[in-house]
């Protein structure tokens, strides 16, 4: 059974930083493209930031310079470091495999 397990949400000041990871079950991480997207209350689903099996990488221009997605291919693992977080980036977090297989999300507050 396949399982995605994001990690690392919680509330945060504007300016500083959080890092998220998501975490593979089941499925060789290593050979999907591996994304992550949020969602605010009242917006659609977007997408923050992708890395390919490859180790490219791909960012929304609202993050870009902030955000950094990495991949450890051997925890079979993605994370996302996120800085200089703003209230526009609370939202909750998905990891997303093979644009197929999703993870439950992880809620991040940026709130003074």
């Known amino acids: 059974q396949v399982q995605l397990v994001e990690s690392g949400g919680g509330l945060v000041q504007p300016g500083g930083s959080l890092r998220l990871s998501c975490a593979a079950y089941?499925?060789?991480?290593?050979?999907?493209?591996v994304g992550w997207y949020r969602q605010a209350p009242g917006k659609q689903r977007e997408l923050v930031a992708t890395i390919t099996s490859g180790g490219s990488t791909n960012y929304a221009d609202s993050v870009k310079g902030r955000f950094t997605i990495s991949r450890d291919n051997a925890k079979n693992t993605v994370a996302l470091q996120m800085n200089s977080l703003k209230l526009e980036d609370t939202a909750v977090y998905y990891c997303?495999?093979?644009?197929?297989?999703w993870g439950q999300g992880t809620q991040v507050t940026v709130s003074s």
């Open positions: 089941g499925i060789a991480f290593s050979i999907y493209t």
């Open positions: 997303c495999a093979g644009y197929n297989y």
